[in-house]
């Protein structure tokens, strides 16, 4: 088991990665369980698969489970729900100092820590994800929120977990689509600032996505190390620094409002496509060869994920995606800064895009 502190000064925390960790719950949460009754939050899915072995250590070790089982996909992320989920808890007579514990993908993730961040003016709160995306990128760092009728993730708040705990035991249950989902948000980090990294997916990705269980720790800890490090250095994502982690999502948001934030384009899928598009603009903005933006779309390719706009078929223009990056949070009195590459490794925040530039960069990718 790799055991990543996420050492930030308001509040430090362990991300524990291994395979087993589910049925050996109630050990790796001691003394954070003080009352006989656990709530935990959950989806349909994670449930059926899941479920027995979490009750079955909670059960053994003299604890009775309180399950919310909410329904799968995105649409969970919402007010509604939100308000039901806080009443559960309230109903629950869930304390500051109880910890509520997220079963469950970045939807489930996002939705409960927001839920603990305003119960009773912020309780704790265990993140245990069950997706290869969750395992690196949305469990760590306290971003947590919900989606609205203007854009994704435009309602929430920073609340750090008290927990976290990857089993690479889930991702032997994940569909390939959402294990290759998750992939994105690991590549991510050799992109960003660790060129050695992205080689190292490039030699391993393939075996690594097929089940070698050593490889996927070492993917899953080597990327919880890179969040951890960011965030421990910018928590509130106020120096640019957090930031970085970004890379891909401004183009990948406006792919999902396109496409409804539906099944039709997966948020890891949305990012993949999104990194791909920065190195292209990048490249054409003359900041990094040609030939390196297309070694990075080359590699999402490869391992299965979409690095065409074309492919997506969607009835817009650049105009229509650009549209809905003025929803995004990132906006500056009117300036939206892009996540850009010199270079594999070597991503930097520009705050000068033309707005009108990406509309004319998008077309050409659509008829590419």
Same mark, same amino acid.
């Given at each position: &088991? ?34 006989? *009754? ?12 899941? *479920? ?60 409960? *820590? ?47 977990? $008290? ?17 290759? $989902? ?25 075996? &690594? +996505? ?29 120096? *640019? ?43 054409? $903005? ?6 390196? $933006? ?49 270079? +594999? ?24």
């Amino acid at each position: &088991m790799a055991v990543i502190r996420v050492d930030i000064a308001s509040r430090p925390y362990e991300v524990r990665v291994g395979a087993g960790l589910l049925a050996e719950l109630v050990p790796h949460c001691r003394g954070k369980l003080r009352k006989q *009754g656990v709530p935990i939050v959950t989806d349909a899915n994670v449930h059926a698969a899941w *479920g027995p072995v979490v009750e079955a250590s909670l059960r053994d070790n003299g604890h009775e489970p309180h399950w919310r089982i909410l329904p799968p996909g995105e649409a969970t992320k919402s007010w509604d729900e939100l308000a039901a989920t806080v009443n559960w808890l309230l109903g629950l007579e869930v304390e500051r100092g109880d910890h509520v514990i997220a079963l469950g993908g970045g939807v489930i993730g996002d939705l409960t *820590g927001f839920c603990a961040s305003v119960l009773k003016r912020g309780c704790n709160f265990i993140q245990v994800p069950t997706t290869l995306l969750a395992q690196v990128d949305s469990s760590v760092g306290g971003k947590t929120a919900i989606n609205t009728p203007a854009g994704k993730n435009l309602v929430g708040a920073f609340h750090q977990p $008290a927990l976290v705990l990857a089993d690479l035991a889930v991702l032997e249950t994940l569909p390939t689509r959402e294990l290759l $989902a998750g992939y994105a948000e690991v590549v991510k980090y050799g992109l960003i600032d660790d060129a050695d990294f992205f080689a190292w997916c490039d030699a391993n990705a393939g075996r &690594m +996505i097929a089940g070698d269980g050593a490889l996927r720790e070492y993917a899953v800890a080597h990327s919880v190390a890179a969040k951890a490090r960011i965030v421990a250095e910018d928590e509130f994502e106020t120096t *640019g620094r957090r930031a970085l982690l970004n890379l891909g999502h401004t183009f990948g948001h406006a792919l999902e409002a396109e496409t409804g934030f539906s099944q039709r384009l997966l948020h890891g899928e949305a990012v993949a496509l999104g990194m791909v598009l920065a190195a292209r603009y990048s490249a054409r $903005a003359g900041l990094m060869p040609r030939a390196t $933006a297309e070694h990075v779309a080359r590699h999402i390719a490869d391992v299965g994920l979409p690095a065409s706009l074309r492919a997506l078929g969607m009835d817009c223009d650049g105009a229509g995606l650009v549209r809905h990056m003025l929803h995004d949070k990132k906006m500056d009195a009117g300036t939206l800064p892009f996540l850009l590459l010199k270079g +594999i490794g070597q991503t930097y925040l520009d705050k000068q895009v033309s707005l009108d530039d990406v509309a004319a960069f998008l077309d050409e990718e659509l008829a590419r």
